[in-house]
Nanobody, 125 residues
Framework: QVHVVESGGGSVQAGASLRLSCAAS????????MGWFRQAPGKEREFVVAISRSGGTTYYANSAKGRFTISRDNAKNTVFLQMNSLKPEDTAVYYC??????????????????WGQGTQVTVSS
């Protein structure tokens, strides 16, 4: 089991940027594809973006395309989410996930129960 700790959230104005980090421990993060999910108040957790073990392949939800960028540093067991041009609808708790491959990460919310504590992102208009 890979344990994750998310950080980097905050309260910002619309149009601002934030960079989230996810530190993985327990197993070597390069053994896993990683991804980000988010959950807004009163809504179900939704997939945002995933990255392959090597970092060479990424997959974005439509809501994240063009504004968010995922990257990873396997030497530091860390995954990043750079979020630009933030909108009020991006307000949510953001969670990191790890699984064996990209497809498994994309469907993680429907398959797994383990989540980190998340990091709150609040975007005001």
């Amino acid at each position: 089991q890979v344990h994750v700790v998310e950080s980097g959230g905050g309260s910002v104005q619309a149009g601002a940027s934030l960079r989230l980090s996810c530190a993985a421990s327990g197993r070597t993060s390069s053994d896993y594809a990683m991804g980000w999910f988010r959950q807004a108040p009163g809504k179900e957790r939704e997939f945002v973006v995933a990255i392959s073990r090597s970092g060479g392949t990424t997959y974005y939800a439509n809501s994240a395309k063009g504004r968010f960028t995922i990257s990873r540093d396997n030497a530091k067991n860390t995954v990043f989410l750079q979020m630009n041009s933030l909108k009020p609808e991006d307000t949510a708790v953001y969670y990191c996930a790890a699984d064996l491959d990209l497809v498994s990460v994309i469907h993680y919310a429907a398959r797994k129960d383990y989540w980190g504590q998340g990091t709150q992102v609040t975007v005001s208009s």
